[in-house]
């Protein structure tokens, strides 16, 4: 859910940050999205390519954990072997895609959190200093002895 979120979050930002008006807004707005790009296929490619190994490291640690022998579980054909070790399969596989999806998903936090900074910094820019306090008194000031209505029966 978090990671919809941010992915939700990251797009509307993006188009926020499409409209920025000053050259070197949307220099760096270009800069941060190209460098969170170029971060989120580097761990695409990484998992492509060691997926295996770490499912098979995750398999490894969740048999330690739990106190598998996981070199004689390998041996055993039995069915309650045969279904303890699919599980423990689907169990790695799940942690391992876990890990991927959150390694992503802070990725697009960092990219969020920086495209919002900066649509932050435009739009303080734009609007100009803001007053630093409030009026000290909003109410009607008419009601002062000295502005009280004429009163004719005196």
Do not use: C, Y
């Not at 940050?17 to 990484?46: F, G, P, S, V, Y």
């Not at 790695?92 to 999806?101: A, E, G, Q």
């Not at 609007?127 to 008194?137: E, I, L, T, V």
Request: charged share 45%; glycine share 2%.
């Amino acid at each position: 859910m978090e990671n919809n979120l941010t992915e939700l979050d990251l797009e509307l930002l993006r188009r926020d940050a499409r409209a920025l008006t000053r050259t070197a807004d949307w220099e760096k707005q270009l800069e941060i999205a190209a460098r969170h790009d170029k971060e989120r296929n580097r761990q695409e490619r990484i998992f492509a390519r060691d997926k295996d190994k770490r499912i098979e490291m995750a398999t490894r640690r969740i048999a330690e954990r739990n106190g598998f022998d996981l070199a004689a579980l390998r041996r055993r054909s039995d069915a309650r072997s045969a279904h303890l070790k699919k599980r423990l399969r689907a169990h790695s596989v799940r942690d391992v895609d876990r890990d991927h999806i959150r390694r992503i998903a802070q990725i697009n936090r960092s990219e969020v959190k920086e495209l919002q900074a900066l649509i932050d910094t435009a739009r303080d820019r734009e609007n100009g200093p803001q007053p630093s306090h409030a009026p000290k008194r909003l109410t009607d000031q008419r009601n002062v002895p000295d502005r009280l209505p004429f009163n004719r029966s005196r």
